[in-house]
């Protein structure tokens, strides 16, 4: 019999794209796979996603879905997000544990095989709980960035050292001590937004994110996408509450290996076919870079769920047009306050800046990202640093901006900045000044070629890990002998 393992990954675009890499390296490591969505994302994955269509053909690969419990029309938003995730836990529970339950009573000679291991988003316990109930092994993968992760584990020695709460109206900028590993350069700015959203230790957002983040102990393995040179120091703090942690990162660089070493008819316009798009790529992006003079672009994406003020938008356009250099930029069209319904209207250019955009910009609404990052002709990425841009851009040794918006990428951005040393962070400062100022900084002079110099590097390291006998190569063989064994 071959191990079937079922895939569950949190309905947002930076958990199904991570996630459903993974699902296709398990494929081509010979095991059987369902992988579990909600039926909303489903629709939108059938509409956008070239990997879905590609995938969904393959024998032994099944899609399903669920209900996330939520009425078709309601937005699922970073600002509903909380609703999104009760509504999970509430409603979508008990069909997960239906879901379950037929696969497992299910006759082997319908062509269906029995589930033999889950590996399941972190965010979600409950799913882990109902596939406990039932004796099936689970592994919880965790799509954030893994400093994010070991400050949320710190949160008891945070409130023990009297760091924690902050005081009302405290300086952002004091350092905190309590997170191991970070003693040197980590700020009450620097933590996950929920830390300073929370007014004390018992707000629901802190009490969520410390629960779940403390169920992955209870698993029977811990994934994290990074790779040991990345994240070293953090990844050994982990291990000491989560012994059998997986490192097997940058995912998307692991698949695209496999893919290339197995599959002789991968061709390099295949790529994009690895993206589990809720949007429709604008591949128009790429011929305008085939243009534009090799690092001469900065890249600028807010990622999939930031929703920014139109008086935030229009500062930061204002920047970026003054730095007087080209730019490829993602705006969603629900990227702006009160546009949320998933779809929304393009947002029109503001004639004063008119001139300045058409001469030395391209707008998009959703890019090929892993390939733009790739483009010799990107010099820089300004980003929210939510963790799956941050790999993809350190992979292709391209440096970073950072403006964060929420969760772990005011975390992220510190590491960028203080500690791989690859880009700059603009954290909690934006308006137009600072963008200029910050843009042509990490373009031009001597600064921008020291980031490319160390964001090189970072990127080698990254190629060393993927590599036959890398450190990442040589956990996922682990994981692969551990989900076989779940078949005995
Ligand atoms: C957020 C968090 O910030 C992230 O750290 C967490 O793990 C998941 O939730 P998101 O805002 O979606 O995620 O950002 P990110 O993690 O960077 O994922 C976005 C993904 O969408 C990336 O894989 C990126 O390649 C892709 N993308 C983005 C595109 O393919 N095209 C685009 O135009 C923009």
């Known amino acids: 019999m071959v191990a079937h393992v079922l895939v569950f990954p949190f309905p947002a675009q930076g958990h199904l794209n991570s996630m459903l890499k993974l699902a296709e390296l398990l ?39 669920i209900s996330d419990g939520l009425p078709d029309q309601q937005p699922r938003s970073a600002s509903r997000l909380i609703e999104l995730y009760n509504s999970l836990t509430h409603n979508s529970s008990s069909l997960f544990r239906d879901f379950l339950n037929s696969n497992l009573s299910q006759s082997q000679d319908a062509g269906w095989s029995r589930i033999t291991c889950l590996v399941v988003d972190g965010v979600m316990p409950f799913a882990m709980d109902a596939a406990t109930d039932l004796g099936i092994p689970t592994i919880t993968f965790r799509t954030s960035s893994p400093c994010s992760i070991w400050t949320y584990f710190c949160l008891p020695k945070l409130v023990e050292a009297g760091e924690y709460p902050f005081p009302e109206g405290a300086d952002l900028d004091e350092r905190v001590y309590a ?11 620097d933590l996950p937004s929920c830390f300073r959203e929370a007014r004390d230790v018992s707000d629901p957002r802190l009490d969520v994110v ?3 983040t403390v169920s992955t102990t209870r698993a029977k393995g811990f994934i994290l996408n990074t790779f040991e040179a990345m994240d070293s120091t953090v990844l050994s703090h982990i291990r000491t509450v989560c012994p059998t942690t997986y490192v097997i990162g940058p995912l998307h660089c692991m698949l695209q290996n496999m893919r290339s070493r197995m599959l002789s008819n991968t061709q390099s316009g295949e790529t994009s076919s690895n993206s589990a798009n809720l949007w429709q790529e604008d591949r128009s992006c790429l011929p305008w870079l085939d243009k534009q003079p090799k690092g001469s672009v900065l890249y600028v994406s807010f990622g999939s769920f930031t929703v920014i003020t139109n008086e935030d938008l229009m500062e930061f356009w ?22 949320e319904d998933g779809e929304g209207q393009p947002t029109s250019v503001p004639p004063e800046l008119e001139a ?11 890019a090929p990202q892993e390939e733009v990052l790739a483009h010799p002709s990107i010099g820089c990425f300004l980003t929210h640093s939510g963790w799956n841009s941050s790999l993809e851009s350190a992979v292709s040794g391209v440096p970073m901006i950072c403006w964060p918006f929420f969760a772990d990428q005011h975390t ?9 040393k690859i880009g700059l962070d603009m954290k909690d400062k934006h308006g137009r000044e600072i963008v200029e100022t910050i843009v042509r900084d990490a373009m031009e002079g001597e600064s921008a070629q020291e980031l490319r110099r160390s964001a090189a590097a970072m990127a080698e390291k990254a190629r060393e890990s993927i590599a036959e006998g890398g450190s990442s190569y040589l956990d996922f063989q682990t994981l692969v002998r551990y989900i076989k064994s779940t078949d005995q």
């Open 356 to 366: 300045g955009t058409s001469e030395r910009g391209y707008l998009v609404a959703w």
């Open 210 to 212: 410390y629960m779940v």
């Open 27 to 65: 494929y081509l490591s010979g095991f059987h796979i369902t992988f579990l969505t909600t039926e909303y994302d489903h629709h939108r994955l059938c509409l956008h996603s070239p990997a879905h269509s590609r995938l969904s053909r393959l024998p032994g690969f099944w899609f399903r879905s």
């Open 179 to 189: 997170v191991s590993g970070m003693e040197s350069f980590l700020r009450r700015r």
């Open 412 to 420: 992220t951005s510190r590491f960028v900045s203080e500690v791989w």
């Open 318 to 339: 204002h920047g970026l047009v003054n730095s007087g250099q080209r730019f490829l930029w993602v705006i969603r069209p629900d990227l702006v306050n009160g546009v």
